[in-house]
Each structure stands twice: as structure tokens, then as C-alpha cells.
């Protein structure tokens, strides 16, 4: 019953309704790349139930089952690969191509109205129900546009777990077309500056854009002879591509002796350049090939004859002569000038063919948690020092860390390392891609915000709300920041500020005074104890115990501190002569 209340509310247009479907998602023991099979699986099985005869209400309800999402996700279980395929790829399986039928595909930049637009093309595309799968690369999700006797309905499917659903898969039912834009929009965020910073690279720039897919569903599969022919076609498919797999394991095979064959020319090679640049350093004038065909060599000079024959003869330096290069030098010479060349294109191509080899196996990494070895899909990355975890390893992590209200939450690797000064702190960015819920997400939120902010209560409107900090020390009195509120207390005694009265103080002396001032009450000069004059004279004796201070309440000053009459008398005297004793009208 819960369920149609929430599915008429959608077709009224009152609100949207996100079904989750708990321990259910691609990741669910096939490959983590599988978001494209389940995609279209969905948009598969429930456009065929449509077909079949289940219409209207019935159909949104059937999407809401576990069994149909279960049977929606068993393709991913048999995708073991984790290389991401295209929608256009994954559309030739004989599974897809022989149930659904294109209708057109279009590439656009993320948006609302991108997404509002490709929405309104679909719904006027056909006038039947229809399914739009979405990529942005590497995610693919399915919108499912239903025909029931309403309205049309939009459901999006998403087989990964998300924000809103971090469990499991999800079937979102929107109440209008451009609920699910804003929803499409919210889903695929990007940052602006991807387009405008031309340093980035074009991978890089492609987040910021996505393309959409348009299928309806085919009616030639109604007998039983169409089916058996979809599973031949799929069957021949499967042998020709065993077939090809073979042939390239037999390929990669001759490769690799290639490879080890032209290592061992290469080394001989290297071994020879190495033997002829030895000979070349050893008798550089005696080898040395001239560009001109020749080459210089030294002459032996025989002992020039003294002047008597006693005399030890003194040897002449041996001149330089130049001799023409026989053919088997300036071949030797040619030879090896050749085989360098050789052995540099050999080891350019041996290292490019290497480099592919590297390419084509799938990297693995250990978590820094549970050091088991994964592929590098399900890898939690943390930018600032580089170390690896697994997602589920990280979330646990991240979910103690939030649960002691820590922040922020430091790399695990780091903190265990004593001599790490500066360890690395998990960003917003693997928080918002880890697959919190909700609430853990909006603790992470509101911790992130308090190294720069307070919650500040106003006791007036009762609402609470983000200030910044270093600005919230800095004031003494605080005014509430919300529209039409304007309430204004101090910090310090928290009590509430008259901006069209006195300044304020917190012990009350500056109201007073300014109450004072207003009706002309005064100080007693010898112990500062407020005093009013109700009737009488002007003449006041101050009523604070041990003070005996007698002062003129008109011009506020001292007459006489003391107890004796007679001191008394005579200091009233004096000062009455120039003061009024009393008030006349």
C-alpha cells in the first residue's frame, strides 16, 4: 500500500519516489565496469513486460520488485572484464540487438537544460513508452519513459550505489519531466572550469560531457522460433569470439618469442657496437675512416745520424701519412654504422611492443587496511600522500572517524607512521565517491564546515545557522544573519540588545548612568552609591553605612564627611551661601 500511495503522488506530480534495493547492485560479484549491461537489461526486461501486457500502475510496480532488479542485475554477475565498453558496443550483443531498436543518439554538455532538452526529444520521439541511457563516462544509467492512462512517467535506474542510496541499486520515479532533469543534473556534477583551462587534458575535459542512447522495443519476438534463432545468433557469437580470443593468445605467444629473439639480437649487437668503439678508442688513427675514403696512419722514422758515432742517436717524432682506405675497412667501417642504426630501430620497437604489453594487463594494488590485492576499479586513492585502500575498507574508516567526531579524518597509513609530520587527509571529493548515507554525509558537512564556521542559535526566530568564525570572535554583540529577524544580543552575558537604548555593558554601569543622567538622580561623592531626592531639601546625607558623606544634591558636590553636629552646621552654612537649599517653583 505504500508503494502505491508513493506511485500516486508521482502521477499526480506531488512528489518523486526513489525505491532502493539493499545488497543489490553491479558490483555484486562481476565486474566493476558492468553498469552498461544493466542499463540496458533494465531497459530490456521492462519494455518486454510492457510488450507482454502489463501496462499503466501495474508496470510502475512491477519495477519496484526485488525479483525484476535481481533478475534485472544477474547479466553483471557473468561480466568478469573490467574494461568499459560503449553503449554502441554493448547494443550489437544478440541479446539487445534482436529485442530492442535504436532510435537516434546524441552528444551534449552536462546541465539542466541539456538534460531538459534530450528528455523532451525522447518524449517526442515515439509516441510509445522508450528508455534513454545516459553515459558520462566511465557511469551509465537508464531513463525510462512509461506511457500510462495520466501521464508519461519517468524512472530513472541506477545500478551503482549513491548518496541517496549508498546500499544498493535504485529505481527513482520523478513527478515531471523536469524533476528528473534537475535530478540528472544533481547526479553528474562537474566543475565549470574544465571547459576553460585548456592545460587540462582532453580525457580530463570530457567529464563535462555525456551521450544519450534512444531504444524502443521490437515486436519480432513473439514465438518461440525467434527466441531459439537469438540464442543461435548469440551462441555463433560466442564461438567466433573464442575463436578470435585463440587466435590472439596464439599472436600474443609469437610475439613474445619475437620478443625474446630480437632481445638476443640486440644484445649481440650492442656486444659488437661496444668490440668496434673499443678498437676504434684503442687505434683511432690506424682505423679511422675518412669521409673522403681514406684514413691517416703514423710511419716509423728511422734515427737521425750525429756527428760522430760515439753520439747515442736522438729519434725523430713519427709524422702523420695518409693512406688511402682499403675496401674491407670502409666496409667494417659501413657495417658498423649500420648495425647501430639497426639495433636503435629494434629497441624502439621492442620498447613500444613492451609498453603495449604493460598496457594490456589490468593494474592491481594491496589496501594500506586489509592488504588484500585488488584491481585498480576499487581503488580509494587519497591525493595528498598517495596511499591505496578499498572502498569498503575506507568507508569502515571513514564511518568510526565520523562516529568520534574527528576532523578532519587523516590518511590510516600516515597516522600509524610516528615519523610523518604531515600526514594526508581524506578530500570532500573521495568522501562524496565513497558512498556514505545521507546522514554520515551531512556530519562530514557540518564537521568540514566548523574549522571554518559556528552554528549560531538565535533565541528569537529559533533558528540555527553557519557563521564565520574568525568574524564571530572578533564581535562582542552578535546579530542574528537571517532575513527579517535582525535580533541583536551580547556574546558574553547573552542578553538581549536595545539599539535605540544605552550602550551596553554587561554589569549594567552604563544603563544605569543613563538612567541616572535621564532623571537626574546623582552619585554620592565619597562612595559612589546612586541616590534619588523624592522631597525636601537639597541637602542629602548618603544612606550607605560608615560613609556619614553630606553632599548638595544640586551641584552634586562634598559638604562635609563627618558626624559632628557643630562640623555639620558649619559646613551646610558655607556652602548653602552660594547653593539653594531648596527647589522654588
Known sequence: MAVEGALAAVLQGRSKHLVSFAGQSQYGGGGSSACGLAALNFARIILEKERDGLKDVALLQEMTRDEVIEDVLRICSQWSSTAHLDVDEIATAPIFENTLEPLWSQYSQLGRRSFREMLIKLHDSTTSSAALVLTRPPEIVCVLKVVTEMKAVYALFDSHP????PDGAAVVFFPSLDAAAEYLSDLFEFDQRLLSDASLQWETQLLANYCGHAFNIKDNLSSVGNILDVVMDASL????????LAELERSNTILRSEVESLSDANARMQNEVIAIRASTTAHPFSSMVNSFGGMWRTTPSRPTPGPSTSQRPTPNKAPLEWQEATDEQDASALLAVKMQKEFEEEDSHLNAIMQDLQKAVPQRFHCGICLDEYEEDMVARIESCGHKFCRDCIRGFIQVKLGEHRF?????????????SDPGTLSTILVQQIGLSEEEFNLFTELELSVFSILLHCRKCQQAVFVDKAEYEAQDLIVCPLPRCNYIWCKNCSRAIDVNGPRHSCDGSSELNHLMSQRGWKHCPGCRTPTEKMDGCNHMTCPSPGCNTHFCYVCGESIVQSVMRREIQTALSNH??????????
Open 162 to 165: 549513491r548518496h541517496h542510496h
Open 237 to 244: 557469437k560466442i564461438l567466433s569470439l573464442k575463436a578470435d
Open 408 to 420: 578532519p579524518i587523516f590518511c590510516p597509513t600516515c597516522i600509524v607512521d610516528r615519523e610523518k
Open 576 to 585: 548653602y551661601a552660594r547653593c539653594n537649599l531648596f527647589n522654588y517653583p
